[in-house]
T-cell receptor
C-alpha cells in the first residue's frame, strides 16, 4: 500500500512569514500533484511535477519533486491570509492501477 | 477548462434512506470516474474507480453493496449510498478523467451527506 505522509499536519503563522510543507513516502511515484481545498469544496489542482528534481514556481509558491520521486515539498513565501486552506499532495503510483493517492493533508492558517 | 458537476451539494436525510449522488462531466467525456470520501479535517480516501460501461473497482474495506456505483455514460456516474446510517455521514467527492492515466483528474465540488 502506498502512503503519503504530510508534515506538519497543522500550521498557524503570521502574514508575511514563509513556510514549507513536506510530503514523504517510501514509494516511488510517476508524478505528484499538489492541491488546495477550501471548506465545503473540492480540491483545486495547483501543480503537477513529473521529473525527479523538478522545481516549479507559481507566484509565491515553489514546488519541488525529490530526485528519487518519493517526496515533494511546497514552499510559500510571504504568506497571505488568502493562502489559508487545506493543502494536499497526491501521487500517481508506478503500478498499473494509476490511482491518485492523497497525502494526509496540511491545514494552513495565515493570521492577518 | 474541464468542469465536473456534483449534485446535490448537500443532503440531510433520515437513517435507513438511500441517497443518490450524481457526478457529471460537463464539457468532456469521462472515461474514468473516481469517488472519494472525506471525513472532517482529514484527507480524501479513494472509495472506488469506475470506467464507463463496466463494473466499478472498489478499494479494500469499501462495501460494494453499500455504495452502489453506476457509470452508464461517458458523462455521468452515480453513487448510491444504500440504507444510510449516521456513520455514513461524510463529504463525498467525485473526479473525472478523460483518457489515460497521465491525464489530470478534474474534481467536483463535493456532496455533504448528513444522516440523522
Amino acid at each position: 500500500t502506498q502512503l503519503l505522509e504530510q508534515s506538519p499536519q497543522f500550521l498557524s503563522i503570521q502574514e508575511g512569514e514563509n513556510l514549507t510543507v513536506y510530503c514523504n513516502s517510501s514509494s516511488v511515484f510517476s508524478s505528484l500533484q499538489w492541491y488546495r481545498q477550501e471548506p465545503g469544496e473540492g480540491p483545486v489542482l495547483l501543480v503537477t511535477v513529473v521529473t525527479g528534481g523538478e522545481v516549479k514556481k507559481l507566484k509565491r509558491l515553489t514546488f519541488q519533486f525529490g530526485d528519487a520521486r518519493k517526496d515533494s515539498s511546497l514552499h510559500i513565501t510571504a504568506a497571505q491570509p488568502g493562502d489559508t486552506g487545506l493543502y494536499l499532495c497526491a501521487g500517481v503510483g508506478e503500478d498499473s492501477s494509476y490511482k491518485l493517492i492523497f497525502g494526509s493533508g496540511t491545514r494552513l492558517l495565515v493570521r492577518p | 477548462g474541464a468542469v465536473v458537476s456534483q449534485h446535490p451539494s448537500r443532503v440531510i436525510c433520515k437513517s435507513g434512506t438511500s441517497v443518490k449522488i450524481e457526478c457529471r462531466s460537463l464539457d468532456f467525456q469521462a472515461t474514468t470516474m473516481f469517488w472519494y470520501r472525506q471525513f472532517p479535517k482529514q484527507s480524501l480516501m479513494l472509495m472506488a474507480t469506475s470506467n464507463e460501461g463496466s463494473k466499478a473497482t472498489y478499494e479494500q474495506g469499501v462495501e460494494k453493496d453499500k455504495f452502489l456505483i453506476n457509470h452508464a455514460s461517458l458523462t455521468l456516474s452515480t453513487l448510491t449510498v444504500t440504507s444510510a446510517h449516521p456513520e455514513d455521514s461524510s463529504f463525498y467527492i467525485c473526479s473525472a478523467r478523460d483518457g489515460p492515466s497521465n491525464q489530470p483528474q478534474h474534481f467536483g465540488d463535493g456532496t455533504r451527506l448528513s444522516i440523522l
